[in-house]
């Protein structure tokens, strides 16, 4: 018999072996007994063994950490983004536990072709203010959605949080829908909100496999997933609402929208289209850091449009104020 087989046995699966194949008459007990005494107990794998990180990962940290200080500085607002794991709505098992009398009753299966609709949920975390902003869409995570996320964050907060500012520092990783490749997040960002609002967005993108160093995963995307633990998402508006209570003691809190529009796949941008974006490229790790700055004047002005606030306690505030 192999070691590897004694490895998965239990104590009373180890006493019958010993007692068939040796003839040594042992309770289940002992055996648990003497393997604590030799230091034995069950464990797991250890994801410890590192895989490697980019050469210029630490230098990309610094540019990112010397950015935030400038902006912090200034009062520029800075915002961490990314695209929160994807949500099936329906009634569907969700990890955690309740105070509850009875069980709620679930499928039995995760099949996504059972759900309703699968929830898109794109967060945007104010480092400055500690607050975030969850959109949700029902469509595919594509880089005009992620655009049009951080758009709708400009328009209905920070440009009330910061309104004689025209800067803004984008923090976020370099895959996925607003990596540090797609043309078209580049182009959506370009036109929704730099020559829309006339603002200059400088971007600098994590390194690749530093996604948890993004301040959204471990500020805001783990409270919202504690706080809706346990719960069947069985509808967007029970997600929204608990998106929307969402609060720390450290003075978090978060809003949530829902963006019911259908988003293309795909789209490409050809070359001479991409060369008519206004787009510098820093001098270190350009392809990691660059700024978009806004190609005419803004087309919607800024700092006017109270309506997302009418009927809102900050709404009130601005209203008293003026």
């Known amino acids: 018999m192999t070691d590897r087989k004694w490895t998965r046995m239990t104590p009373k699966k180890i006493a019958d072996c ?34 490697g990180f980019h050469p210029d990962r630490d230098k990309q940290f610094n540019i990112i ?20 794991k994807k949500e099936p709505i329906g009634l569907f098992k969700n990890p955690g536990r309740t105070w509850s009398r009875k069980a ?13 609709a699968i929830a898109s949920p794109y967060g945007i975390y104010d480092l400055i203010k500690n607050r975030g902003v969850l959109v949700v869409g029902k469509s595919a995570d594509t880089p005009e959605f992620a655009a049009n996320c951080i758009a709708m964050w400009w328009r209905r907060h920070s440009r009330f949080h910061y309104p004689s500012s025209h800067r803004l520092l ?5 895959g996925g829908s607003n990596g540090a490749r797609p043309r078209a997040f580049k182009r959506f960002l370009q036109e929704r909100i730099a020559d829309k609002f006339g603002m200059e967005i400088t971007v600098s993108h994590y390194p690749t496999g ?9 500020r805001m995307f783990s409270e919202i ?71 005419s004047v803004a087309t919607e002005k800024p700092h006017t449009d109270m309506s997302p606030f009418l009927g809102t306690e900050y709404g009130t505030k601005l209203r008293a104020a003026i």
């Open 65 to 84: 950490q010397h950015l935030r200080e400038q902006f912090m500085a200034a009062g520029d607002p800075i915002i961490s983004v990314d695209t929160k």
């Open 170 to 174: 984008i923090l976020e990783d370099s």
């Open 225 to 295: 997933s504690k706080n809706w633990a346990g719960h069947p998402l069985e509808s967007f508006e029970i997600l929204l609402n608990f998106v929307r209570n969402t609060k720390t003691q450290t003075g978090l809190k978060v809003e949530s929208y829902f963006d019911p529009r259908e988003y293309e796949k795909g789209i490409k941008v050809p070359d001479k289209e991409f060369k008519g974006l206004n787009i510098t490229k820093s001098n270190t790790l350009g392809n990691w850091n660059y700024t978009i700055a806004p190609r």
């Open 210 to 218: 530093a996604s948890k160093w993004n301040p959204i995963e471990h």
């Open 104 to 116: 709620k009753k679930v499928k039995d299966h995760d099949f996504r072709s059972e759900a309703e």
């Open 18 to 51: 010993l007692e068939e194949y040796m003839g040594l008459g042992i309770s289940a007990t002992t055996v648990h007994r003497l393997l604590t005494q030799l230091r034995y107990s069950l464990k797991g794998n250890s994801k410890s063994l590192s895989c």
